[in-house]
């Protein structure tokens, strides 16, 4: 139960915005219950509007890597704000920006700026489509890349290799042009490729699949992407959105040594402010407006608050112990957790890579989405309400993924492994 004054704000919302919330997620209906409301956060805390403290591990679903309001980026932000919130008109940190990002991830030749994941991914869409001519783009079942038409379908039935719609308001002729794979499936990936390749623009892929679970690839997976791509012409697209600049300098693309054509990226760089971007090989990137034929555009693209809040961020992740720091923590919360979770007896899966974790109630290995839903759903609702009362936030679904963040400290982690095992002593 969440306190009277987030009931009440939560009864106001509903009546003006759908369903009370800017976004389905944060309506809690995945574990049946209503949202709180947050007043504010600071490091790994945040306190809601009735003075109820939690300590979080969704970090504003991905961005918050530093932790809740870090000194180096309020400050930045107090700072830019005075000489200018937006220009439209080209600005010194966008220059920074697409340095440090050209820096870190050696794929990325050229970047464009946008505000938000889900342009990133519509945008390189669309400049895939440009450069091959073609029309047909690969995606896979469980994988989220933001909420565009071309994106948001789901998997045929039967014996349909064309995609379906997903919402409704997304065209059937749109989803006909995804084809919608089983991820961590080679053979559904070659079958596809041998029959219409000639016709496929691109793959889009999330590097590590963290949006329905976190999923890793099975070893050589990505490889396969990589060289069938190559091979038939078509363009890979790694969304990096969530795994760019949390997992690493060069994301996942650098932990597993892998070139894509294009990525895309969002949370983490915009230090907590709408910032997205795409970026890879110049001869691609150079097909763009204003010197190429692919339309994409932004009235705040670039933003300078948004480029200064980002540029602090990363630069204080990309000293020397930020990324190691983060895998410290992980391991120390992973072997925690396993004993908590050993301890009580119950089937569980952990996938965790650095600031990355998920856990499942199932015994199944955790392949792909069909897994993840395959968990005790109700399991999952007792221990989120359970952690939450007792001040510890994680996902209030079980699709998605905890993040740590450098905030964090191992006691704060020991606090949360109690309550853990507290919760768990009562379902
Ligand atoms: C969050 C996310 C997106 C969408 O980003 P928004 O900023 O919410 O539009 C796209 N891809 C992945 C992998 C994401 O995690």
Redesign the pocket.
Known sequence: MTGPLSQKLFATAKGLIPGGVNSPVRAFRNVGGEPFFVRRAKGCRIEDVDGKKYIDYIGS??PNILGHAPTVVTNTIHEVAKDGVSFGIPNPFEVEMARVITEWVPSVEKVRMCS????A?MSAIRLARGFTKRDYIVKFDGC????SDSLLVAAGSGALTHGEPDSAGVPAAFAEKTIVLPYNDSEALEKIFAAQGEQIAAIIV?SYP??AGLVFPKPGYLDLLSSITKKYGALLIF?E??TGFRLGKAGVQGIENLTPDLS?F??VIGGGLPV?AFGGRADVMDMLAPIGPVYQAGTLSGNPLAMAAGLAQLKELGKISGFPRLEELGAHFEKGLRSVMDAKGVPYRLNRTGSMFCLFFTDREIVNVNDVMKQDLEMFKKFFWGCLDKGVYTAPSPYETGFLSLAHTEADLDETLEVFEQVLATI
Not at 116 to 119: H, L, M, Q, V
Not at 144 to 147: A, E, F, L, T
Request: proline share 0%.
């Open positions: 679903w991905g938000s994941g889900t342009e991914t989220y890349h933001g909420h999330e963290a949006n969304d959105v969530m895309c969002g949370k997205g």
